[in-house]
């Protein structure tokens, strides 16, 4: 085993030369084309934007409001009496003996026109109105639940470009330290001072990193992909801002607070109060609704007539049919009130999960900044004046670096786990 002895100087002159080698050193890592691999044009795009974005042009949102829009209509046309109608008719007529098929020789043949109009209870329309009403605003919150949503999976959709961008950022340095290993051990080499086995395993170890570059860029094509399903071209710009932007979360009572005032939650209590409209509509079932009619009978050859008739139900049999749908709307009552109490105990639990998972990851990460990432730098200082001082080999410095690089990569996965929970937490809070 022969020890490499190259200036520091010339080690820093290979770093710079390295890009220019990486095709010939890393063939795994050669550049490929596709839709999301040209470098990104456009106006910056931050987080804020990718939100806005999404939630201002968004089929989603506006199959929503288009239903919560007939539900509105609907619930006008639900309180109404329904339409009246027209009946005409011939009455009576002789189909046998001398009269038989005659208008004229029967006096009880009769032409007759007759109109009736159906007479539901005013409370049971009314409860009909209010309850269609009643699904238009339940609409109104799942529509903001989806506006909701809509923003965060876009934000989390914006967080992994970054992430990917970062990490392809820090490889592609970790690929240059590779190849100036691979430049470093060739010099030392073809001068006698280093074996071949040393050099080929830079090479391989340089051409593995080449895949890993070549493999972050196939993962920021993806990402972006995945984020221009809520904005379209738009996930083709650069990337604006960073972590620091987001605003934190606040006090965890208060963010408690803000769960059980979740639109989410504010729909299914409208789900309870459709329910209990239903209750009350099968209450009205017991009562009978009328029905008037009025008509003309014109007899050609006697004298017309006209006459009036009122008809109502007869709810005699409640058994089997008024007495069952209450029942029924009482369990339907039942199941709203449960599912609400259910999402607001999942909302209580993720938002918490969330909490926790944003505290943790921002410990953590303060812990790699004030002292893991610290401790590697000082590390890759201290091999970099050993070697400088002949004390040490250049595979150390390399190792160090590579090292502090892997460190970085950790960092940044903490950073964006941290910056994912904050924006889960935006979610549940009011006023997002």
Known sequence: M?????????????????????????????????????????????????MRLAQT??????????????????????????????????????V???????????NFTTFS???????????????????????????????????????????????????????????SQLADESALQVQSLESAYRAGRAAQADWLAARVEASLVGDKVQDGQHHVERMRAALSRWIGEAALRPLAGDLADLPEPG???????????????????????????????????????????????????????????????LPFFTAKRQDRDLAAALRQSDAAEDRKADAVRE????????????????????AFDTIIIPEARRRADAAQSAYAAGGSSFDAVLMARRSLLDIQLQRLALAVDAARAQIRLQYFASGN
């Open 347 to 366: 909302l209580h639990a993720q938002a918490t999960e969330d909490y926790i998972d944003w505290h943790h990851a921002r410990e953590r990460v303060a």
């Open 96 to 106: 046998d003996r001398g009269e038989a098929f005659s208008v004229r020789d029967d």
């Open 251 to 313: 006090q965890f009572p208060r963010l408690l607070a803000d769960v059980d005032h979740h639109p989410l939650v504010a729909g299914l209590q409208t789900q309870i109060d459709v329910a209990q409209k239903d209750v009350a509509l099968a209450h009205q079932a017991y009562k009978p609704d009328f029905s008037v009619e009025g008509y003309i009978g014109y007899r050609p050859a006697y004298a017309d007539f006209v006459g009036v008739q009122v008809s109502m139900d």
């Open 2 to 50: 022969f020890r490499i002895s190259i200036p520091v100087y010339a080690a820093l002159t290979l770093l710079s030369a390295a890009a220019a080698h990486a095709s010939d050193v890393a063939p795994a890592g050669a550049a490929h084309q596709h839709a999301f691999d040209e470098a990104p044009s456009g106006s910056p795009l931050s987080l804020a934007d990718a």
């Open 113 to 171: 026109v007759g109109l009736s109009q159906d007479l539901p209870r005013s409370g049971k329309r009314q409860l009909k109105g209010e309850r269609k009403q009643l699904e238009a605003d339940m609409g109104r919150y799942e529509l903001e639940t989806d506006r909701r949503a809509i923003g965060r999976d876009a934000a989390l959709d914006w967080l992994d470009v970054y992430e990917a961008e970062q990490a392809l950022h820090l490889t």
């Open 57 to 94: 042009d968004q089929p989603v949102l506006s199959a929503r409001q288009a239903g919560i829009d007939a539900d509105e209509q609907e619930a006008v046309a639900a309180a109404q009496l329904p339409d009246p109608k027209l009946s005409v008719g011939l009455k009576d007529l002789p």
